[in-house]
């Protein structure tokens, strides 16, 4: 009877020993072997499973029959192709899976590494202070990859974000009091949940303005604010600006004077007020015009370039 290798292929991403209810059920069963100690045969070792480490994988499995082999994350697919070759039943059985974000992991453990004595010397030289413009720059760019339409880049460009963010965390965590990227993870985990009561308490709602309102009111109860207009960024955009300062006071039922003089500054604000009135977006229609007429520009400099050379 030919003898059956099961590939145990475990996840590295999560803690050794960490397997499923069958994994262990088959590790107890057979000889386990390996090519390398790891914390995977040590985490079985410490279980009370033997684990042997081979040089001459097939040869040892052929010869011992069923067994298990310590597999790496992607099954070890030319020692199954010789045991296979040479007469054997192979099986790949997962032991541990990635779960969703397993995949940030990688990025925490590679920005670990370069923020790190020994890493990259120009993340180590940085600041919160001297990064801050690039967490703008990064967004912007993710910006332009939504309004291009170009998902892939917004793939690429959302992964930059991130590296920003990331990168800040790991700076904070080399800074006596400062905090982690489990921290910052933790914080917003909860402020979800505080925030989302219609999913995460069964609370009753009847409609997105509804849970708006809701988000709205368990913000001013986690915030002590003294006006509407506490928290707004005053440094983003003048338009963005004014037409959050505008939701703010209208959401909150303060007194709304528009100016109503005729200079450029008077003008933009009242426009910025009847989009927001609209639920428009005047910051995105502003910048899609202004892309538009640089496009029929360029659209423009190409013909006459085009009628010069003729």
């Known amino acids: 009877m030919p003898a059956r290798i ?10 050794a020993g960490l397997l499923a209810a069958a994994a262990w059920d088959l ?45 790496g994350p992607d099954g070890d697919p030319e020692l199954a192709a010789q045991l296979r070759q040479a007469g054997a039943r192979v099986e790949v059985v997962q032991g541990s899976w990635d779960p969703p974000g397993a995949r940030l992991l990688d990025v925490v453990s590679v920005m670990d590494r370069l923020a790190s004595p020994g890493g990259d010397p120009w993340k180590l030289a940085q600041t ?7 967490l703008l720059e990064e967004a912007y760019e993710a910006l332009d990859a939504i309004a291009s339409g170009d998902r ?55 409609d ?3 849970i708006t309102q809701e988000w709205e009111r368990i913000k001013r109860e986690e915030k002590a604010r003294g ?19 505008i939701s703010r006071a209208r959401r909150s ?18 426009t910025a007020a009847e989009a927001q009135q609209r639920d428009e977006d005047a910051e995105g229609a502003l910048r899609a015009a202004a892309l538009r007429l640089a496009d029929a520009i360029r659209a423009r400099e190409g013909a006459r370039k085009l009628s010069d050379t003729r």
């Open 208 to 210: 997105i303005e509804e």
């Open 6 to 15: 099961a590939l145990l292929v475990t996840s590295p991403r999560l803690p």
């Open 152 to 206: 892939d880049a917004l793939r690429e460009e959302l992964g930059d974000v991130l590296l920003q963010v990331v990168l800040h965390a790991r700076l904070a965590s080399n800074q006596p009091g400062g905090w982690s990227i489990d921290e910052v993870a933790g914080d917003l985990a909860e402020k979800m949940i505080r925030r989302n009561p219609h999913v995460f308490a069964g609370a009753p709602t009847r």
């Open 128 to 134: 919160h202070e001297s990064l801050a413009r690039f």
């Open 227 to 245: 006006s509407a207009l506490d928290g707004i960024v005053y440094t983003q955009p003048a338009l963005a600006l004014a037409t959050k300062i």
């Open 253 to 270: 039922g303060a007194e709304l004077d528009l100016p109503a003089g005729d200079g450029l500054g008077e003008r933009l604000l009242r």
């Open 27 to 71: 590790v107890r069963a057979r000889p386990v072997f390996t090519a390398a100690e790891s914390g995977q045969a040590g985490a079985l070792r410490a279980a009370g499973v033997p684990v042997t480490v081979t040089g001459d994988p097939v040869h040892t499995l052929l010869s011992t029959g069923d067994s298990v082999w310590l597999a």
